[in-house]
């Protein structure tokens, strides 16, 4: 990102500013090999275009008075597109159907969507719904967060990014900083899986 700003700058003397700020610099593992396919070809489901799989899933946080503040935020597979976060104190499956309406209004019916097996997502309202309207589940194994790594994976680049670093004094105010976040994650922020 330094390089895109102009900025001229090495990786070690980030690192070392980074170290002296004391912020958590990300370690770089070696790749191991495999002796199959990482890809989980055989049972995943892969995107293969814009708006063919997509996937959501919830993220918790509280405000400094320690209400709960949830989150639901929904991936394009393909593109990696953050689509949308919703930020509410609570989120039902009624409320769930609503946020996909409008998101089905604007960018069109996904071919699949991909979440787990929670209450919000498992509803029966919710699963007719999604029938209805022409799109088909595709839920992961209980226990398997890593068949839904593209959300799991946004989960933890927002709540390393933003969350962590972030205390919401008001639940409007969490939306307007979430949302300003997420503008600059799907323009700004580079992707490394994206180039």
Known sequence: MLHQAGWIVSVKRV?????????????????????????????????????HVWSYDFVEDRTHNGQKIRMLNVIDEFTRECIAIRVE????AVDVIDFLSDLFILRGIPAHI???????????????????????TAYIM?????????????????????????????????????EGWRQHYNTVRPHSSLN
């Open 89 to 92: 104190r609570k989120l039902k």
């Open 15 to 51: 690192e070392r500013i980074w170290r002296r700020e004391g912020l958590k610099i990300p370690s770089r593992q070696p790749k191991r090999g495999r002796l199959w396919l990482n890809d989980s070809s055989c049972i995943r489901l892969q995107p293969e275009y814009p708006n």
């Open 142 to 178: 209980p226990g398997s967060p890593w068949e839904n790594g593209y959300c799991e994976s946004f989960n933890s680049k927002l709540r390393d990014e933003l969350l962590n670093g972030e205390i919401f004094y008001a639940l409007k105010e969490a939306k307007i900083i979430i």
């Open 114 to 136: 991909r979440s787990d097996n929670g209450p919000e997502f498992i509803a029966k309202a919710l699963r007719e719904w999604i029938a209805l309207v022409g799109a088909k």
